[in-house]
């Protein structure tokens, strides 16, 4: 399972850039076609483009990704998380950057496709887990805001991500349609084919893209390298002898290749291979009301290099040809079951997940082949958990969970002090959220109280040089990391306007934090330590139709943290954002303006931060307006547009890393690699 063979990648490839384009030219001629029995039509398309997100009930956010949004539609899950208020990332040039949430990353983030975890294997996640996610290939992306779910696997101390497919329903024999176009500036060229047929017994679902783009060039006009070429194919068979029964099987692979101005190597390989199925019954009885069962499988084979997306340039640490091939192997299963009384909901089950890592590398072109691969981690978690929902009134409700997780993780590495030994952990996690109606005011408030216990991950256990003082290595010292936050805010609706607004305060006992220090002949080195940290912050927004034609909206967001244990501020933290939009729409058509607000960031703690990036200095403030409009033909066909930058804008995010030398950045004097500069974008939806 190291990978398909050249010839099916390529293959494999070239269909699906074959049927997006053959489809997509006659199906823009199509009119209003429809299907006898087809239960399962296609949502009509909206002519407008997305620039804000409100909450769809407490603390979670529920939205459409194939929604036309801007900034420019993304092209992995952190680049569509970013729009999202709250949700930063860091960045590192065009493509594959790492979400942050509220100022927390990595695995404080719990994310899930299709109900399994796809982990990353670069030991300083050039291959996030997110940058194997397509967001326009998924139907719904599901947000949980901090640690107030349990039963969508251990850690998540931040927050849940869920990108899903859903099954499908057809009645009599049918099928449907959704495919896209997307092309802009700096060879931007994006393919999406989502295409389903089926009857009231059974379905088969294939969705494909292709997404590529070169280096842009930033608000200054110089070239700043980014470029992308990247695909996806996922196959599904679905099962439905009745309307209460589903069985699903899931296979995908995909590709890719990736340059980052902030890396001293580029990514030439992000191979994926997945399989997942799945098990549904609902309508069990008066009380077993649905059982849910779920195995999976992901793999990642990556291949980092300094030659194939840039040329070495012959001098220094990276002057000559090397390469790193790392893969992660990750299999999963997950057993849950529903019971209803009068006034209450209890969720019920037990998961497992096992993943292996491994590397081999060297000196010189493609060096790593013919290589045998060297086991360097194995991990483990069983958890138990339960979530209950009392609805103790028509206007209140009471939500708790709780989980038990059993982790443990055993180092392989033959050169390391710990080589050999395993480590393990049962960790507790559990959270209790009260929600109340209010009538009078069309309004929902809530407060909850969460903890959750995190096991460090492969990149906190493996990627630092050293661990605490006193301790023989990271694998041996680090500690989990146990989250206590306090959630509370209230949402507001009525015909005109819609408000929310959500706050939280949490201490977090062994924060794992990264120091970064010069060393020996110069070069960067890593220790992993505890510390003790406070968070606070929050987010709010509003939307305000003027008039029948005219809509407002604007978010806030604001995350600060500080390391209690040395009295300075915690690292990594993103700056107070806000968005203020503007919408003209009629019946068929839209235009719009976003006006992103970024304040500096003079809150650092410089050389710290994380295994991907580190405060190394403070961020000056900016502001960017961007243009879109859409026009929806018919039923079946959008058109939409847009400009982003419009002024074109020379700025950076504060989460960014620096410039790398090898493409000429100084290494001496750190620069943020510069965003894009007026960016234009143009898109055709089509559905039937």
């Not at 980014?226 to 209460?244: E, H, Q, V, Y």
């Not at 019920?348 to 491994?358: F, K, L, P, W």
């Not at 929902?389 to 055993?410: E, F, P, V």
């Not at 509370?488 to 120091?515: C, H, K, N, P, T």
Request: glycine residues 12%; hydrophobic residues 35%.
């Amino acid at each position: 399972m190291s990978g398909c063979t050249p010839v099916f990648a390529l293959s494999l490839r070239g269909t699906i850039a074959v049927l997006c384009g053959s489809l997509l030219a006659p199906l823009a001629l199509a009119a209003e076609p429809g299907h006898e029995g087809h239960e399962h039509d296609s949502a009509e398309l909206s002519p407008t483009v997305i620039t804000a997100v409100a909450p769809s009930s407490p603390l979670t956010i529920v939205t459409n990704p194939k929604d036309p949004r801007q900034p420019v539609p993304a092209s992995d899950g952190a680049d569509y998380l970013k729009t999202i208020p709250g949700f930063s990332a860091i960045r590192s040039g065009g493509t594959n950057g790492d979400p942050v949430l509220r100022g927390m990353f990595g695995s404080r983030l719990n994310i899930l496709t299709n109900g399994g975890v796809m982990l990353g294997a670069c030991p300083n996640r050039m291959d996030a887990p997110t940058s194997y996610i397509s967001p326009e290939t998924y139907d719904r992306l599901t947000v949980i805001k901090g640690p107030q779910s349990v039963i969508w696997g251990p850690g998540g101390s931040a927050g849940t991500i869920l990108f899903e497919r859903e099954p499908e329903r057809f009645g009599t024999l049918g099928s449907r349609v959704n495919a896209s176009l997307l092309a802009g500036s700096n060879g931007r060229f994006d393919k999406v084919l989502d295409a389903a047929a089926g009857n009231s017994q059974a379905y088969a679902r294939f969705v494909g893209n292709q997404s590529r783009s070169d280096d842009y060039q930033d608000g200054n006009g110089d070239s700043v390298p980014s470029r992308w070429d990247k695909w996806n194919g996922d196959l599904t068979l679905g099962w439905t002898p009745d309307a209460d029964t589903l069985l699903e099987l899931t296979a995908g692979k995909g590709d890719g290749e990736a340059r980052y101005a902030g890396r001293g190597m580029d990514g030439s390989q992000f191979k994926r291979e997945s399989l997942g199925l799945r098990f549904e019954k609902s309508n069990l009885g008066e009380v077993l009301d649905k059982i849910e069962a779920q195995v999976y499988y992901n793999y990642a084979d990556h291949v980092m290099d300094n030659y194939s997306l840039r040329t070495p340039s012959g001098s220094g640490m990276m002057g000559m040809p090397m390469v790193s091939n790392v893969d992660r192997r990750t299999l999963g299963a997950r057993i849950k079951a529903t019971w209803r009384w009068a006034d209450v909901q209890l969720i019920s089950g037990i998961d497992a997940q096992t993943n292996e890592h491994r590397k081999r590398g060297g000196m010189g072109v493609d060096a790593h082949k013919g290589q045998s691969w060297t086991k360097d981690a194995d991990f483990h978690n069983y958890g138990l958990f339960s979530e209950l929902t009392w609805y103790a009134t028509g206007a209140d409700r009471l939500i708790t969970g709780a989980r038990l997780d059993r982790a443990s993780a055993r180092d392989f590495r033959q050169t390391s002090a710990t080589g050999g030994d395993t480590r393990a952990d049962t960790l507790p996690s559990g959270f209790v959220r009260y929600e109340h109606d209010l009538a009078a005011l069309s309004a929902t408030t809530y407060i909850g109280l969460g903890h959750a216990q995190r096991f460090p991950d492969y990149w906190e256990l493996f990627s630092p040089k050293q661990g605490p003082a006193g301790a023989a290595n990271a694998f041996d010292g680090i500690k989990p990391e146990k989250t206590t936050q306090l959630d509370f805010g209230i949402q507001y609706r009525d015909e005109r306007m819609e408000a929310w607004a959500s706050g939280y305060v949490g201490q977090i006992r062994d924060y794992i934090l990264f120091d970064y220090r010069t060393g020996m002949m110069g070069m960067s080195t890593s220790q992993a330590q505890n510390i003790d940290a406070r968070i606070m912050g929050g987010e709010l927004g509003a939307a305000y139709k003027l008039s029948e034609n005219w809509k407002a909206d604007a978010t806030l967001a604001y995350a600060w943290g500080k390391n209690s244990s040395d009295g300075k501020a915690l690292p990594q933290m993103p700056p107070l954002e806000s968005r203020l939009g503007l919408t003209y729409s009629q019946d068929k058509w839209s235009t719009g303006a976003l006006w992103r607000l970024v304040a500096a960031q003079n809150r650092i703690a410089e050389n710290q931060g994380n295994v991907v990036g580190k405060d190394y200095e403070k961020s000056a403030g900016f502001g960017v307006f961007s243009l879109n409009g859409a026009y929806k033909v018919n039923n079946n066909l959008k058109l939409s547009a847009g400009v982003d930058n419009l002024f074109d804008k020379a700025y950076a995010e504060h989460l960014n890393l620096a410039g790398n030398a090898g493409f000429g950045y100084p290494a001496s004097d750190p620069q943020p690699v510069s965003e894009p500069g007026r960016t234009f974008w143009t898109k055709v939806d089509i559905s039937f």
